[in-house]
């Protein structure tokens, strides 16, 4: 045998040596000012009957970016919301026998735009964070670096605009801010903070629910 037929030969066996690669994202809202996460029932072996993060195989010719907006829009109708990439696992996935490799994404959607995907199999459905089921592919490791780069996304960011509409109380933005913190916030000093930010601005509108005194409307500058 040549050397370039050994070459070409170790090559081969090298890619199909490659580890399977999927994507998966990890889907935020808050409903009832509680922080949610989108999950899917899986129909199908491996792991079938059990939940986990939606995701799936990297597909010819796509883009890690591409693949988790493909994933984003069938599973909530969405895409122009907050995604961005999280974090690289090794071995979420162990049946593969080349190892497998998930690159990890992050989405933050407001529930009055998403549609969930109507289907039979692989039924999806909203979990609130403190009463998650047992996940298939250790889906938990996710899930927590997820909810962990969100709160710190919180800090200097504005990255909640994608969970409420175009225009919002200064009283629902502190319950979202509540709801992915998972404490209370006084009153005063969130109201201090983000009015000293550049990320939301006073709006002349205002809104009354009927049981309190009509309130401010804001929106996230440049957003909307």
Known sequence: MTTSSVDAAEAGQEAARRPDVAV????????????????????????????????????HGESLEQAAVRKLAE????????????????????????????????????????RLAQRTAWRPGWWSLDAVPRLAFDNER?????????????????????????????????QVYEAILGRPLDKRNFRRRLLATDFIAATSEMRSDGRHRPARLYRFVGRF
Do not use: C, H
Request: proline share 6%.
């Open 24 to 59: 998966l994202v990890v889907i935020f809202t808050v409903v009832d000012s509680a922080l949610q996460v989108l999950l899917i029932e899986r129909s199908a072996p491996p792991a079938e009957g059990e939940w986990a993060i939606p995701g799936g195989a990297l597909q």
């Open 75 to 114: 599973e909530t109708g969405v895409t122009d919301v907050f995604l961005e990439q999280l974090y690289t696992f090794a071995d979420l996935d162990a049946s593969p026998a080349d190892g497998s490799v998930g690159v990890a994404w992050f989405a933050l959607v407001d529930p009055a735009r998403v």
């Open 142 to 174: 996710v899930l927590e670096v997820a909810r962990e780069r969100l709160i710190n996304k919180l800090q200097y960011t504005d990255a909640a605009y994608s969970l409420l509409p175009p225009t919002f109380t200064m009283r629902e933005l502190q």
